[in-house]
Structure formats: structure tokens, C-alpha cells
């Protein structure tokens, strides 16, 4: 079993930035890749960014450019840098683990907020 907690979420104006974390607990020796989705509200849950256990990273479009995915050297803390964000990317983000076995575990959530 694996534990994550997002934390670092927030109210910014459009433009700022915010960084969010997440805390893995437990099992967390065969984490694979780490995740961060977004849920705005009346939207499907929607990928924004991935790190694999080699440090690879993707991302979504609309966030090339402005979002950063990161990994601490013991690989329990994820993070998702935000710069330059928009009214747009007000959604509650979610941490993601996936497993070497492809076990999927799921944080609680942040709300991030833009205004404009």
C-alpha cells in the first residue's frame, strides 16, 4: 500500500506561481512513475504531468513551458512546480502513484485557485 498527501495548493492571481508536493508513505520502494492530474469543476480528470523512476517527464500541452515535475533524491516526494498560471488551470490536483506491478494509488487532492 501506498500513501500520498498533496500539499502546497492555494489562491493565486493569474500570472503567479505555486508549487504543490506530494508525500509518499509506505510501500513506496517499487514506485514506478509519479503523476499529477487536474479536475476542474465539470470537467473529466485530466493528466498534466508525469515522472518516470528514470526521471523521464511529460506533459500536457497546455501546460508545456509553465509546469515543472520534480522528484527528491529518496523518490518519496513528488513535486509540480506552476509558473505563469492561468485563470484556466483552477482545478483540484491530484497526486498519482503507479506501482512496477501497475497498482494505481491516489492522493486526497489540492485545490488550486487563479484568479484573474
Known amino acids: 500500500q501506498v500513501q500520498l498527501v498533496e500539499s502546497g495548493g492555494g489562491l493565486v492571481q493569474a500570472g503567479g506561481s505555486l508549487r504543490l508536493s506530494c508525500a509518499a508513505s509506505?510501500?513506496?520502494?517499487?514506485?514506478?512513475?509519479m503523476a499529477w492530474h487536474r479536475q476542474a469543476p465539470g470537467k473529466q480528470r485530466e493528466l498534466v504531468a508525469i515522472?518516470?523512476?528514470?526521471?523521464?517527464?511529460t506533459y500536457a500541452d497546455s501546460v508545456k513551458g509553465r509546469f515543472a515535475i520534480s522528484r527528491d533524491n529518496a523518490k518519496t516526494t513528488t513535486y509540480l512546480q506552476m509558473n505563469s498560471l492561468k485563470p484556466e488551470d483552477t482545478a483540484v490536483y491530484y497526486c498519482?502513484?503507479?506501482?512496477?506491478?501497475?497498482?494505481?494509488?491516489w492522493g486526497q487532492g489540492t485545490q488550486v485557485t487563479v484568479s484573474s
Open positions: 498519482k502513484a503507479i506501482t512496477i506491478l501497475g497498482s494505481n494509488y
Open positions: 509506505g510501500i513506496t520502494f517499487d514506485i514506478n512513475t
Open positions: 515522472i518516470t523512476r528514470g526521471g523521464s517527464t
